[in-house]
């Protein structure tokens, strides 16, 4: 259960930047394609971005040059730069494999995101 552990969330005011990071202990996950998501309050859980073995990565438009995902598999970790934020991205942020189901028992406890003047 929980395969990953997310940090560094926090309260920000907008047009400010936050750094999220995912760590596991597995090194399986090197090989596999990745993904940040995120569920904001009263809404489904959605993909944000995702990195693939490869490093290619792809955002949902919403984050398009704001966003920025990385790995380092050598450390079991995947990373997601946040500048410019909005009001709109408050919201609990996870990780996990690309296409991760949501009743899978791999999700972590995300970290919180809120954006607030």
């Known amino acids: 259960q929980g395969q990953f552990v997310e940090s560094g969330g926090g309260l920000v005011q907008p047009g400010e930047s936050l750094r999220l990071s995912c760590r596991t202990s597995s090194s399986i996950y090197r090989v596999l394609a990745m993904a940040w998501y995120r569920r904001a309050p009263g809404k489904q859980r959605e993909l944000v971005a995702g990195i693939s073995s490869e490093m290619t990565t792809d955002y949902v438009d919403s984050v398009k040059g704001r966003f920025t995902i990385s790995r380092n598999n050598a450390k079991n970790t995947v990373y997601l730069q946040m500048n410019s934020l909005k009001p709109d991205d408050t919201a609990v942020y996870y990780c996990?494999?690309?296409?991760?189901?949501?009743?899978?028992?791999?999700w972590g406890q995300g970290t919180q995101v809120i954006v607030s003047s």
């Open positions: 996990n494999t690309r296409g991760a189901l949501e009743e899978s028992r791999s």
